[in-house]
């Protein structure tokens, strides 16, 4: 009962992610302020960053389901708030305070499993339920999203989280113990500098991040990375001073461990790479319908939940379970590479192929680095190692979709100029040079118009952006598959990790 409300966390915040994306056309097209479009999705990315880790950490000193309560009703409430939104800049804030929630939920949720059942091995056939959570959300989302915004409103999106945030709120209250590991003899100091140079650093991390593929390394891009950096390297120097700091150090001279935070960056950098680059070549490049690319795409949903279930069969049987990371790491830089060579005549099914390898590929590397992590943390670091692996990932998939998003636009953009010129007819560059007028079939008949009014062969012009396209979203995503190889090889600094089957007391607090 406990693990079904966990999983009905999960659910909640997984299905946010995805239904809200829908929605966001409708959204700003009824609130106006299309200049706070893409801050929708970025103040929730930029305050659940922030508090992944911070509430790992105190979950760690005061118990878990505290903070899942709060968790759920922030979360909860906020999406009440989205809901009730008069315009884009409530909704962003909303937005914010929302992301605390998740941040919260992500940041105290997936370390419950390890309260629950300490036998690892227990541990892995569990998390398959949170995993299907994770994919069932992940695969109606989109669909539920349209479905939603189109017969009873864009606030209906918000609204569906509130009875999903009740049911987790009841099994959670009603069956999670609340359990701690770390006894604490003289009185606890929170660690609220380290908390600061926390926010401040993954903050600055973000909105550089965010800026970098608009506007390259010119205005606050450069200053909000050196702050970043600043407050990193002020974090690093307090925490070794502190006596019980919100980040402990000595994880990261654990061998393991530290090889383990890096696989989950560049997991994060390839992964996110694939999920956002892949849906825009699709529907851009090749000119799939939302329809036939959601077909498409949903295989890679699906079987990283599949995946996830065939590696805890798999794993705990292994006499060394490493071998699923160098297994999920080459199944993922496989899915890159099979979409870097894909073609617009290339049928379906084969595309639909690459997306069940690279699901294949997450599944078996996300559960593993969480459950090698756990064991190698111990009992008293539990919260803020699986904390530090969500928010690796993220920071890995902030990276990797900034990079990814920096290249895919300057050689987008380079490529119609260029046919433009051509052409005589650089004046049509600011529409043409946004690759989201290959996804709006209306723009599209707009602009066409105009080419074909003006004597150009607006057709031609269309057709060499389509090119320009996958070629830039080729080039982003082999670098994505050369970061998976990297992590094929990284995957030998993880030593042998041996499940083991043992219970360790623990503390009820109530």
Aim: charged share 10%; proline share 5%.
């Amino acid at each position: 009962m406990a693990m079904l409300g966990v999983s009905f966390v999960t659910m909640l915040v997984a299905l946010d992610q995805t239904v809200v994306g829908t929605a966001l056309p409708t959204i700003v097209a009824e609130l106006k302020g299309f200049e706070l479009y893409a801050w929708v999705a970025t103040s929730y990315l930029l305050t659940s960053v922030i508090t992944v880790p911070i509430f790992g950490r105190l979950g760690d000193y005061y118990g878990r389901k505290p903070f899942v309560i709060a968790s759920i009703i922030v979360f909860t409430g906020a999406s009440v708030l989205c809901g009730m939104a008069n315009s884009m800049l409530f909704l962003v804030i909303a937005r914010g305070l929302q992301g605390v929630g998740g941040g919260m939920l992500v940041g105290t949720a997936f370390a419950c499993i390890a309260d629950l059942f300490p036998d690892s091995v227990v541990r892995l056939r569990w998390q398959v339920l949170m995993s299907s959570a994770f994919g069932i959300a992940n695969a109606v989302g989109p669909s539920l999203g349209g479905f939603l915004t189109q017969y009873y409103g864009w606030r209906s999106v918000f609204y569906v989280n509130l009875p999903v945030g009740l049911v987790s709120l009841f099994f959670v209250w009603r069956f999670l113990p609340h359990l701690r590991h770390v006894v604490h003899e003289t009185k606890m100091r929170l660690d609220w500098p380290g908390a600061l140079l926390i926010a401040v650093a993954l903050g600055c991390l973000q909105l550089f991040v965010e800026l970098l593929p608009k506007h390259g390394i010119s205005g606050a891009a450069p200053l909000l990375l050196a702050i970043s950096l600043v407050s990193g390297w002020a974090l690093w120097k307090w925490e070794k001073r502190f006596p019980q700091p919100i980040l402990p150090l000595d994880m990261f001279r654990n061998r393991s461990l530290a090889a383990l935070f890096t696989l989950s960056v560049l997991g994060g950098f390839t992964m996110f790479s694939l999920l956002f680059y892949a849906p825009l070549l699709f529907q851009g490049g090749f000119g799939l319908s939302p329809k036939e690319a959601g077909i498409v795409i949903t295989p890679l949903v699906v079987f990283i939940t599949i995946g996830s279930i065939a590696n805890g069969r798999l794993v705990s049987r292994m006499r060394n379970p490493n071998l699923m990371l160098y297994a999920g790491f080459t199944l993922l830089a496989v899915a890159c590479l099979g979409v870097v060579v894909a073609t617009r005549s290339m049928p379906h099914s084969i595309l639909m192929t690459f997306m069940i390898i690279g699901g294949l590929g997450l599944g078996f590397v996300m559960p593993n680095l969480t459950i090698f992590a756990q064991q190698t943390a111990g009992r008293e670091h539990l919260g803020i190692a699986t904390a530090l692996l969500q928010s690796l990932r993220m920071i890995g998939g902030m990276i990797g979709t900034a990079l990814t998003g920096t290249l895919v636009s300057h050689m987008y953009a380079n490529g119609v100029r260029d046919a433009l010129e051509n052409d005589n007819a650089t004046k049509w560059f600011e529409d043409l040079g946004d690759p989201q007028i290959l996804i709006n079939h209306d723009a599209q008949a707009t602009l066409l118009g105009q080419l074909t009014h003006a004597g150009h062969n607006g057709a031609l012009l269309l057709e060499s952006a389509r090119e320009s396209l996958v070629s830039a979203i080729h080039i982003g995503l082999a670098v994505a598959a050369a970061i998976a190889v990297v992590s094929v090889w990284q995957s030998r600094r993880v030593p042998p990790i041996k499940l083991v089957r043992h219970v360790e007391p623990v503390i009820h607090a109530d």
